[in-house]
């Protein structure tokens, strides 16, 4: 029997690598981390982590998986678990 394996769920937005699981591509996303740009809306930023967090609890929904895939939500795990949600919902159709 030939071993099947499942083909990957989860693209990187920035670069397009793919992931088996959303752990995998949070942790991938770490090679992005030193950006001082908003790769969603431009805006130059000191701090990306932050930015994304405030346009995410305004609603947006893109700046959420951003928020997510760059480590936030260990200061609100309620959060944290909408944008890991959202983020399993519409990361492959993310394209920044």
Sequence with gaps: MGGQTTPPNF???LCSRK????????NHFREHKNMNKCPICRKSVKNLIKHAYYRFVRGDE????LWYLLGGG???PKLRRVARNLTEKI???LEW
């Excluded at 992931?19 to 949070?26: G, P, R, V």
């Excluded at 893109?62 to 998986?65: D, L, Q, R, S, W």
């Design 11 to 13: 693209s990187c937005p």
């Design 19 to 26: 992931f088996h699981t959303i752990w995998a591509l949070k």
């Design 74 to 76: 260990n200061e609100n």
């Design 62 to 65: 893109e700046h959420g998986v």
């Design 91 to 93: 990361v492959n159709r």
